[in-house]
Nanobody, 120 residues
Framework: QVQLVESGGGLVQPGGTLRLSCAAS????????MGWYRQAPGKQRELVAHITSDNETQYGDSVKGRFTISRDSAKNAGYLQMNRLDPEETAVYCC??????????????WGEGTQVTVSS
């Protein structure tokens, strides 16, 4: 069973930094494209950043210049570097990946999410 696992969330002070990771368990699923999303209480899910298999990136307007999405194909993982965090960015952050399942072909997967809380 393919599972994406996020890590790196937690409590940080305003202006602080976190680096989130998203990795596929096992070796059946190879990540091609990854996106990071967040959802705060009472808000709709929001695209934070996206990276393609060719390393083309895009960002939500509110995070441009502060967040950086990256990937490491050798580790079959993706990352989200978040700088100068604001309390309004408190949310559950989830990764989504499209990749190749060695048994099923191209599939999409979601992680369960990691809580990011920005507060003093």
């Amino acid at each position: 069973q393919v599972q994406l696992v996020e890590s790196g969330g937690g409590l940080v002070q305003p202006g602080g930094t976190l680096r989130l990771s998203c990795a596929a368990s096992g070796n059946v699923f190879t990540i091609k494209t990854m996106g990071w999303y967040r959802q705060a209480p009472g808000k709709q899910r929001e695209l934070v950043a996206h990276i393609t298999s060719d390393n083309e990136t895009q960002y939500g307007d509110s995070v441009k210049g502060r967040f950086t999405i990256s990937r490491d194909s050798a580790k079959n993982a993706g990352y989200l570097q978040m700088n100068r965090l604001d309390p309004e960015e408190t949310a559950v952050y989830c990764c989504n990946a499209v990749g190749r399942n060695s048994e099923l072909g191209m599939t999409g997967e979601w992680g369960e999410g990691t809580q990011v809380t920005v507060s003093s």
